[in-house]
Every structure is written in C-alpha cells, then in structure tokens.
C-alpha cells in the first residue's frame, strides 16, 4: 500500500493534479476562488481515493517533454483509428449477410513497463471490432469481429507508437 504523502513526491503525481485541476476549470467555467477550492479539493480526494492505482514513475518511466509529445501523438492517432474502425464496423454490421468470423487471437505483449502494457490494451479494446479478453504472460488474448481485424492487429501501427513511449523513458 502506498502512503499518500509519499504519493505527492513523485513528478508524475503533480502532473497528474495540474491535468485534473486544469480539467476541472474548463468543465467548472468559473475561475472563482471558491470554485478553484473545491478543485483542489476534489483533486485531493481523487488521488487520495485512488492512490494504489497509481502508477510510479519506475512503471511509467520519465516524463518530460518528448514523452508527452508521442503520447498526444498517440491519442490523435488512437482517434483516428477509431472513426476508421467505427465505419469498418458499421459497414459489417449493416451488410445483409453480416460477414462476421469471429475468433481470438494471441498478440505479444512487447512493450516492458506495466503502464504501457495497460496503455496498448486499453488501445486494442477501445478500437471497434477487438476486445482485449486477457492479458497472459504470452500476450494479450484479443477477440476479433473479422478476420481482417485479426490480421490488422499483427502489424498494428499502434503497438509502435506505444513502444515510442517506452524510448528513452529509463529508470531514473
């Protein structure tokens, strides 16, 4: 169990709080002291209420500048590949004969530290037509609509931009 004032020495901590109080004002709309408190409150309780789910800098690597770069690079990305599957999944779904296969495939789990194993997981089951089932010390066990999507998964352009993360991101 982590202790939650050890939690706040950690970089990635304080990145985290800034992300959730910047969100925060943008959904609040009001740069208000009293609104701004109750950020800071909210803010505090969510990492004190999710502080085993926290992610150490030594399972997550650096992050600086560069980092933060691939990773936005990497949710653009992500958002396009979304729409694309989304209309691949239409398409499949309102076609008279519905020419669906579905089957599961094992994809290697490449990427090393823990937090981006969950990332690229999280990136196969957020694309349509995959699920990630499990995660096995083989791979990951993938559930595909198609046969197309099973062959698209094995040369997933995602897995390298997951695996961007992890250049340079060393233990400090």
């Not at 109080?21 to 009001?30: G, K, R, T």
């Not at 398409?91 to 089957?103: A, E, F």
Request: glycine share 4%; with cysteine; charged share 20%.
């Amino acid at each position: 169990m982590k202790n939650f004032s050890s939690l706040f020495k950690q970089r990635n901590t304080w990145l985290v709080c800034i992300v959730l109080l910047v969100f925060w004002i943008v959904i609040d709309a009001q740069i208000e002291f009293e609104s701004i408190i109750l950020g800071l409150i909210a803010v505090i309780s969510i990492m004190y209420l999710n502080r085993d789910l926290a992610f150490s800098s030594r399972e997550i690597g650096v992050v600086n500048g560069i980092y933060m770069w691939r990773f936005l690079k990497l949710v653009a990305f992500l958002v396009i590949e979304v729409v694309k599957s989304n209309i691949q999944v239409a398409k499949i779904v309102l076609h008279p004969k519905m020419p669906i296969q579905p089957s599961f495939v094992t994809i290697p789990v490449k990427p090393k530290k823990d937090f981006h194993k969950v990332v690229y997981g999280n990136v196969i089951t957020l694309t349509p037509g995959t699920l990630t089932v499990d995660v096995t010390k083989n791979g990951y066990i993938v559930h595909t609509l198609t046969e197309e999507t099973k062959a698209d998964l094995k040369n997933n352009p995602m897995e390298e931009r997951v695996m961007q993360l992890e250049v340079n991101s060393h233990d400090d």
